[in-house]
């Protein structure tokens, strides 16, 4: 059937026009499952789901039961629904029992098919129609926080706030969804803002693995050790994800030294869909402004300070992420001769 875009999909929903099978695909899990919502709430009557929607897992789906579930006419109602969750995890049989069904879909059922966040577009599923849901990235993960806090709490939320939540959680949508969850709350109908992020994360401006970040491109050992302790006291931050943002940033910064001045930051995370823990454009000007700092010799010796420190962490006889992050930032900042010794 092809693919269409989510826009056209919600238009759609919104006037009742219904594919016979749609393939929910993407790293949107949270987006996926919202969708969803909306089909069965747009496809079937509230008093009468519980005869006409049906929901299985992809792994837990027997052939027997699923072509039972497709083949049942609606009750006391114009359709169907019928959703089967993690399509990679569907055995051969019963994948080949929908490949055959999406060839003569039932004209009374509507088929959600919803491949989990990493899962590769699947053939046998062409004949329905797809829509992705790519996880929010680049410029596009504000506008993600700000429609989410708008459409689902009916308030909203400062620029600022959003980067401190992306320090926070990342951009992992599930996560995402469940910390704006807390903050609508605390926030009772106000506008969500750094002040609310502080209060339900503990997170800090000034504080952030983003600020990290910036004192090791800097090359200021005293500002990035000072900032250490506070950024493993975040939750979620530790060690390795720590040392892997500073991989990705010394490879940028790398990529940037050969590219002789013509470096283009952002262009290079758009291509290499990196993740920098922190918004693109604020790695890029990070990035940019530091270049001058980093020669060849310091940025193969923070390479290898950055190889080390990873097998280092997958140790457990070290001390602690502190003293290895603190060992880190030393030699990544240490004068070339220094680094080298």
């Known amino acids: 059937m092809g693919a269409i875009t989510l826009q056209a999909f919600q238009h759609a929903l919104a006037a009742q026009r219904f594919a016979p099978a749609y393939y929910l695909t993407g790293d949107d899990d949270h987006r996926k ?20 929607v049906d929901i299985v897992r992809g792994g837990e789906a027997d052939v027997q039961r699923l072509d039972s579930m497709l083949q049942t006419l609606p009750m006391l109602a114009s359709r169907r629904v019928v959703v089967v969750r993690d399509t990679a995890s569907l055995r051969k049989d019963v994948r080949a029992l929908l490949e055959q069904y999406l060839e003569s879909p039932s004209p009374d059922t509507v088929l959600l098919l919803v491949a989990l966040a990493g899962t590769k577009d699947e053939k046998e599923f062409s004949l329905a129609t797809q829509v992705a849901l790519p996880a929010p990235a680049g410029d596009g993960f504000e506008p993600w926080v700000v429609e989410h806090v708008r459409d689902v709490h009916g308030t909203s939320i400062t620029s600022g706030a959003v980067q401190l939540l992306e320090d926070h959680v990342g951009r992992d949508t599930m996560l995402l969804a469940s910390e704006l969850d807390k903050l609508a709350s605390y926030a009772a109908g106000h506008e969500i803002d750094e002040d609310a992020v502080s209060a339900v994360t503990g997170l800090r401006r000034g504080k952030t693995l983003a600020d990290l970040l910036d004192a090791v491109a800097a090359r200021d050992a005293p500002l990035a050790l000072a900032l250490i302790d506070d950024v493993l006291s975040q939750p979620k931050n530790n060690a390795v994800n720590v040392i892997m943002a500073l991989t990705v940033q010394t490879l940028a910064l790398m990529w940037g030294h050969y590219a002789r001045g013509r470096a283009d930051y952002f262009s290079l995370l758009k291509e290499t869909s990196a993740f920098p823990m922190r918004p693109w454009g604020d790695a890029s000007k990070c990035w940019a402004s530091n270049q001058s700092r980093w020669s060849s010799a310091s940025l193969h010796a923070a390479l290898r300070a950055l190889r080390e420190a990873d097998q280092a962490a997958k140790d457990t006889r070290v001390a602690s992420d502190e003293q290895l992050l603190a060992t880190l930032v030393c030699a990544m900042c240490a004068e070339p001769a220094r680094a080298a010794a």
């Open 33 to 52: 499952g919202a969708l969803v919502r909306q089909v069965i709430d747009a496809a079937v009557d509230a008093a009468m789901r519980d005869f006409n």
